[in-house]
């Protein structure tokens, strides 16, 4: 019986010591720093966008240091936290939402072109895309109906009327464009929001060109055969990928 009972004492003590050593290596290994801490919305708070963000509505979210590296490109870090508080939050927080950098990029304080360049707002059709989802340094596509004047005959005399019919042709897709301002706007529309800037006449569009770009002059002169001498309101917008690397 003596016997059994110091197999069971030995067992528990087994089972302690390990725990203990858990604890132990657990505690170790956060006092390495293996843990990065990043800044998130607390448990209970929610923030919406155009609210000021307050320090009580935040704590740090511990992340392993494996995982953590490229997460600092994109998410702020605990210790910034005074980069964010007292500003306006550009998007709806939940909590546990990481607070991340490109929400709160600086917008442009003006438009700056290099010597070379020139911006040149088209006129398109407002119902042909969302502007909210469109932002300065997107690659978009202007898409352009092409139509054919045909005389329609005139009722039962073979005649022709005076104005003839425009038939629809083809659609052209010309581009890419590199978009420069959406209207006033020089910023996503977000952070123009957060910091109170003019979002005015969206559905002009300005586009960057580089006059030393064969490319983009191609690009611009086919823009103004089809699509410059027409009205606006036939003139549609594709938003592209991202560009891919040239060969």
């Known amino acids: 019986m003596k016997g059994m009972q110091g197999l069971i004492v030995a067992g528990l003590l087994g089972v302690l010591a390990v725990a203990l050593n858990w604890i132990y290596l657990n505690g170790k290994t956060k006092d390495k720093g293996d843990y990065v801490k990043f800044l998130a919305v607390k448990s209970g708070a929610k923030i919406a966008p155009g609210q000021i963000i307050r320090d009580d509505q935040l704590q740090a979210v511990g992340v392993p240091k494996d995982y953590a590296e490229r997460l600092k490109e994109t998410a702020y870090l605990y210790e910034e936290r005074a980069t964010v508080v007292g500003i306006t939050a550009t998007v709806e927080y939940q909590a546990g939402d990481l607070l991340c950098r490109q929400d709160y990029r600086t917008p442009p304080a003006e438009l700056k072109l290099t010597p070379d360049e020139m911006l040149i707002w088209i006129p398109v059709n407002s119902s042909s895309f969302v502007p909210e989802l469109v932002n300065p340094g997107d690659r978009i596509n202007f898409i352009v109906p092409v139509y054919e004047d045909r005389p329609v005959p005139a009722a039962g005399d ?77 003139i549609g917008v594709a938003l592209l990928g991202p560009e891919k690397p040239r060969p």
């Open 158 to 234: 073979g005649s022709v009327t005076a104005v003839p019919a425009r038939h629809l042709v083809e659609t052209k897709s010309i581009g890419p464009f590199r978009v420069g301002s959406l209207g006033s706007r020089l910023a996503s529309r977000d952070v123009a929001r957060a910091h109170r800037l003019s979002t005015s006449q969206e559905r002009l569009i300005g586009i960057v060109i580089n006059e030393k770009d064969d490319r983009e002059k191609e690009y611009l002169a086919n823009l103004q055969k089809f699509a410059l001498s027409r009205d606006y309101r036939d």
